[in-house]
């Protein structure tokens, strides 16, 4: 007897958040806060200063953009991440821990732990698949 066919589930659609804490403006204090410890970090600080310099304004503006579209679902956000991050040069995959480690502490100390979990949980995903487009590599089989 064959076996009964299962069809592939679809994963769940993200949501907007919906809680009185999350706006543009908490959005706009968590990307400074967390840029500003990512500039001091003695490994990850140096990437940015060689590619922001003196422009981190609009980096931070565009960086809001994005989490209110990652966070709020407004379309506030309509760039590539990927390239912007396949092109830069000096970055292993073991920064990505660094990066999230700010993250995490960075969401941790503004917003209660349910609400942190949502920014940390989309914030890895992103990160998995920016580092499958920058690292990964087919094995050639011969
Ligand atoms: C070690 C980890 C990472 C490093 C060193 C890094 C570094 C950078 C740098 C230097 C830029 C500016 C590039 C430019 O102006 O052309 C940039 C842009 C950006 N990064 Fe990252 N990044 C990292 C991880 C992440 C992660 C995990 C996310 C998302 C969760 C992210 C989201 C973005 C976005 C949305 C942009 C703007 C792209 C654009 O539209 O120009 N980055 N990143």
């Not at 958040?17 to 543009?24: C, G, K, N, S, T």
């Amino acid at each position: 007897m064959n076996a009964p066919r299962t069809r592939p589930v679809p994963p769940e659609p993200e949501l907007p958040v919906d809680h009185p804490l999350i706006d543009r403006s908490f959005i706009a204090r968590l990307v400074r806060a967390f840029y500003g410890r990512v500039r001091s970090d003695p490994r990850l600080g140096p990437i940015f200063a060689a590619e922001i310099a003196d422009s981190w304004e609009p980096h931070l503006e565009k960086m809001t953009d994005f989490w209110c579209a990652v966070i709020l679902k407004n379309g506030a956000y309509s760039g590539r991440p990927v390239p912007a991050h396949v092109r830069l040069k000096g970055i292993v995959e073991e920064d990505f821990g660094i990066w999230l480690h700010h993250f995490h502490m960075t969401i941790s100390g503004l917003c209660p732990p349910e609400v942190a979990t949502i920014f940390v949980d989309r914030a890895e995903r992103i990160a998995r698949s920016l580092k499958l487009a920058m690292f990964f590599k087919l094995e050639r089989s011969s």
